[in-house]
């Protein structure tokens, strides 16, 4: 039994150009999707093609509302969980486990911030969160009003885009970056306020073993006392009949 090769496999290849272009930039793939192209795109080959291709590449705004409506569900959550860590119940008189913690405290004022924040005011007027629908309901709660940010991403989605993802100054960028300080392992606000709890949780561990030790020096000493008390007071027993036995001593007269 003897194998032959009938047709060696190939690489997947697309000619990218303009139709007529005599020297189009080849791009090959051992399978039959290419990445890195169009970011975020990929394109599956399917079918061998003579005949030129045009690839059209929309946004999907039906994407980007639910990943909007998942990131205010999330911050809503995090203002949630940290208010109520931090609330004081005036009826009971009883603190939360973080009332009064200056971290908590700051982390829900930087949230709250950077929802407020403005991004320099571009010409087309949207330059914060409240021009695509993004905007606080009643108290700190988030809402997303989906047609008012279909409405502005119709409008001028390079606008919109450019909200989110400016290089240093766009609400999606800023807030990663200051998500970073807060939760960084090493240097970040929360890693800090860890140390510190950890640093105050030894101390007051160290000093409860120094108040045993000087509580059980108190008390050797208490016990010896005690016993010393103990046996003084079992020799003045044992010496009570000679020393009332003084009184009904008779001495005899001589005549």
Same mark, same amino acid.
């Given at each position: 039994?003897?194998?032959?090769?009938?047709?060696?496999?190939?690489?997947?290849?697309?000619?990218?150009?303009?139709?007529?272009?005599?020297?189009?930039?080849? *791009?090959?793939?051992?399978?039959?999707?290419?990445?890195?192209?169009?970011?975020?795109?990929?394109?599956? *080959?399917?079918?061998?093609?003579?005949?030129?291709?045009?690839?059209?590449?929309?946004?999907?705004?039906?994407?980007?509302?639910?990943?909007?409506?998942?990131?205010?569900?999330?911050?809503?959550?995090?203002?949630?969980?940290?208010?109520?860590?931090?609330? $004081?119940?005036?009826?009971?008189?009883?603190?939360?486990?973080?009332?009064?913690?200056?971290?908590?405290?700051?982390?829900?004022? /930087?949230?709250?911030?950077?929802?407020?924040?403005?991004?320099?005011?571009?010409?087309?007027?949207?330059?914060?969160?409240?021009?695509?629908?993004?905007? =606080?309901?009643?108290?700190?709660?988030?809402?997303?009003?989906?047609?008012?940010?279909?409405?502005? $991403?119709?409008?001028?989605?390079?606008?919109?885009?450019?909200?989110?993802?400016?290089?240093?100054?766009? =609400?999606?960028?800023? $807030?990663?970056?200051?998500?970073?300080?807060?939760?960084?392992?090493?240097?970040? *606000?929360?890693?800090?306020?860890?140390?510190?709890?950890?640093?105050?949780?030894?101390?007051?561990?160290?000093?409860?073993?120094?108040?045993?030790?000087?509580?059980?020096?108190? /008390?050797?000493?208490?016990?010896?006392?005690?016993?010393?008390?103990?046996?003084?007071?079992?020799?003045?027993?044992?010496?009570?009949?000679?020393?009332?036995? *003084?009184?009904?001593?008779? =001495?005899?007269?001589?005549?």
């Amino acid at each position: 039994l003897s194998l032959e090769t009938l047709s060696a496999g190939r690489d997947a290849a697309v000619a990218l150009g303009p139709v007529q272009s005599d020297s189009p930039v080849i *791009l090959t793939s051992s399978t039959n999707a290419i990445n890195g192209l169009i970011e975020g795109v990929t394109l599956n *080959l399917v079918a061998q093609s003579d005949q030129p291709v045009t690839v059209t590449v929309t946004s999907d705004a039906e994407k980007i509302t639910k990943d909007l409506a998942a990131f205010v569900t999330a911050y809503n959550n995090v203002i949630t969980l940290i208010d109520g860590l931090t609330r $004081f119940d005036t009826e009971t008189n009883t603190p939360s486990p973080l009332t009064g913690d200056s971290a908590a405290r700051r982390v829900r004022e /930087r949230m709250l911030g950077m929802i407020n924040r403005t991004t320099g005011g571009p010409a087309s007027g949207i330059d914060r969160l409240s021009d695509v629908g993004i905007s =606080f309901s009643s108290g700190v709660s988030l809402q997303l009003n989906t047609e008012k940010f279909k409405s502005a $991403f119709a409008a001028d989605p390079a606008a919109v885009e450019k909200l989110f993802t400016e290089a240093q100054k766009g =609400f999606g960028v800023v $807030f990663k970056t200051e998500i970073d300080r807060l939760t960084k392992t090493d240097d970040g *606000l929360l890693a800090i306020e860890q140390t510190t709890l950890d640093q105050s949780e030894e101390r007051i561990t160290q000093r409860i073993t120094q108040m045993q030790t000087l509580l059980e020096r108190r /008390r050797d000493r208490l016990l010896a006392q005690f016993s010393a008390t103990e046996s003084i007071i079992a020799r003045l027993q044992s010496q009570q009949s000679a020393l009332t036995g *003084l009184s009904s001593l008779q =001495f005899g007269t001589s005549s």
